[in-house]
């Protein structure tokens, strides 16, 4: 069974400072995806990061996923209370596989104003 | 292009019910996962479909169950509901050899 661990879990900050979430994995997976989920609402996709190494940027959100392609992290630069949400991160199984994506826990992330 | 859609967005269903939830994916997706969302296990996945046959499964019990039909619409079925069943069910759709997913709102199921 794959697993995804998030830490952390809860993250409450400053409008204008900076985090990093982290997604953190023993297996291997073939891509890693990363979606923000507001209450009430379905994950929202935000990026999809497929090459080990691999940096997507995204407004002032910056993706990395980890050489081995076991990890992968969230930056946000500057945050606003708009960033405020669930963040999950999610691995498509390597090589093919019949358990679907494995989702981390997630991080609640709230940007105070 | 409409999104993928969900329903009833609500429900409160009785233990030892049945309940059936209803998906409708992006046009040309012809792939449907359904999730489960608890805040304690969060999303685990329940089954996913492709061209009206169950291509992967999860693990969970049978009283699971779901389908798809030549429009690629899929409904799940849950037998027997317990109080654990609560949750946040959440419908998935992608294209043919695409891991990404492009989720519904969800239907809220509450078991009293």
């Known amino acids: 069974t794959q697993l995804l661990e998030q830490s952390p879990q809860f993250l409450s900050i400053q409008e204008g400072e900076n985090l990093t979430v982290y997604c953190n994995s023993s297996?291997?997976?073939?891509?890693l995806q990363w979606y923000r989920q507001e209450p009430g609402e379905g994950p929202v996709l935000l990026v999809t990061?497929?090459?080990?190494?691999e940096v997507k940027k995204l407004k002032r959100l910056t993706f990395q996923f980890g050489d081995a392609r076991k990890d992968s992290s969230l930056h946000i630069t500057a945050a606003q209370p708009g960033d405020t949400g669930l963040y999950l991160c999610a691995g498509a199984p390597s090589g093919g596989g019949a358990d679907g994506l494995t989702f981390g826990k997630g991080t609640h992330l709230i940007i105070q104003p | 292009k409409a999104g993928v859609t969900q329903t009833p967005r609500y429900l409160i269903k009785t233990r030892g019910q049945q309940v059936t939830l209803s998906c409708s994916p992006i046009s040309g997706h012809r792939s449907v996962s359904w999730y489960q969302q608890t805040p304690g296990q969060g999303l685990q996945f329940l089954f996913e479909y492709f061209s009206e046959t169950q291509r992967n499964k999860g693990n969970f019990p049978g009283r699971f169950s779901g389908r798809q039909f030549s429009n690629s619409r899929s409904e799940m079925n849950v037998s027997t509901l317990e109080l654990g069943d609560s949750a946040l069910y959440l419908c998935?759709?992608?294209?043919?050899?695409?891991?990404?997913?492009?989720f519904g709102q969800g239907t809220r199921l509450t078991v009293v």
């Open positions: 297996s291997v997976f073939s891509s």
């Open positions: 998935a759709s992608s294209r043919d050899g695409d891991t990404e997913a492009f």
């Open positions: 990061v497929v090459t080990g190494g």
